[in-house]
């Protein structure tokens, strides 16, 4: 197959099936996790169609300019960016948010914290609740608890400029930027003085600094560092929160707070020493936990 043509031509008789077994083992040798359903995924995108309808199409051929992308996709995925930076789309409690490298790519345990948190809005006694979400990233806790909770204030702070710009694109997008008061600083004190919460959801960053460099590559060098790094012990900003978010509660107000596996112990003795009360510690979807929910003991 000397002649170019007849390459280009050979090319556009690839049929869906070959793509998908061809990019299984070139993505498994770079080491991917799960590398059939990251290639399914990619296609899917590519070729605009639900991933169960490959199974349908597998003798469809692709033509030069899909080949071409998703050659160029699957090369990237093998150099290890993570497959939400390449749609530009993530899932995330029933909606899509965009995402790319200014933000952390929500994660499912996250949803959890978010399903907690509505559900606590629900039987707060109070007809319009106050809600800060600290460290907001994409906005996805934010934007989930302004569609669960349509009287809800929100206000989503962030320390990254780039994420706030990311966050209020993906609140017009899903009709709820008017409700949400957006902050850009460093910790509480970044939030407007006598603002005060009846919930407040964090997802801080509590990796710690040391552990960074053994994540995997899709994590380690393609999150933001601010998103990941905790700190020595991986606390840093927990242990601010465990100081300092209780004189920014309402009466009734509560925390809820995600954390590193392995941190339950630690992260629970930190807010008891701050004079808080530990209601509960929750699990993820793997049973592992991962969500501290809290109130001041002295009201
Ligand atoms: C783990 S990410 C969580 C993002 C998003 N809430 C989520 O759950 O996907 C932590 C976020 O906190 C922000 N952040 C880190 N330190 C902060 C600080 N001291 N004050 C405010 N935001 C901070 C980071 O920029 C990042 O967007």
């Not at 590519?46 to 349908?56: A, E, I, T």
């Not at 902050?183 to 960053?205: C, E, S």
């Not at 242990?239 to 300092?244: F, N, P």
């Amino acid at each position: 197959m000397a002649d170019p043509a007849d390459r280009r031509r050979y090319s556009c008789l690839v049929t869906v099936l070959e793509v998908i077994r061809r990019s299984t083992d070139y993505l498994a040798q770079k080491g991917v996790d799960s590398p059939r359903l990251q290639i399914e995924l990619l296609l899917a995108h590519v070729l605009k169609l639900p991933r169960l309808q490959l199974y349908l199409n597998f003798e469809r051929t692709l033509g030069e300019s899909d080949l071409a992308t998703v050659r160029a996709l699957v090369r990237r995925r093998g150099n290890r960016e993570p497959l939400q930076h390449l749609t530009g789309l993530v899932s995330f409690c029933g909606f899509e948010l965009a995402v790319g490298p200014d933000v952390l790519i929500p994660r499912p345990e996250t949803e959890v914290l978010a399903e907690r948190a509505w559900t606590l809005l629900e039987t707060l006694p109070v007809a319009a609740p106050a809600v800060l979400d600290f460290g907001t990233g994409s906005g996805c806790l934010a934007i989930a608890l302004a569609r669960h909770c349509p009287a809800a204030h929100i206000t989503a702070l962030d320390i990254s400029e780039p994420a706030l710009v990311r966050a209020r694109a993906n609140a017009e997008r899903q009709g709820v930027a008017d409700r949400i008061e957006w902050a850009r600083g460093d910790g509480l004190a970044a939030v407007r003085p006598g603002l005060h919460f009846d919930v407040i959801v964090a997802n801080p960053p509590y990796i710690p600094s040391v552990e960074i460099e053994r994540l995997a590559p899709e994590v380690r060098d393609h999150d933001p560092r601010p998103a990941l790094d905790g700190g020595p012990d991986g606390l840093d900003v927990i242990r601010q929160l465990a100081a300092g978010a209780a004189a920014r509660l309402n009466r009734s107000g509560h925390l809820l707070v995600e954390f590193g596996d392995g941190q339950a112990t630690a992260v629970s003795d930190l807010f008891v020493r701050h004079g808080w009360i530990v209601e509960a510690v929750e699990a993820d979807l793997s049973g592992r936990e991962r969500i501290l929910i809290a109130r001041p003991a002295r009201r």
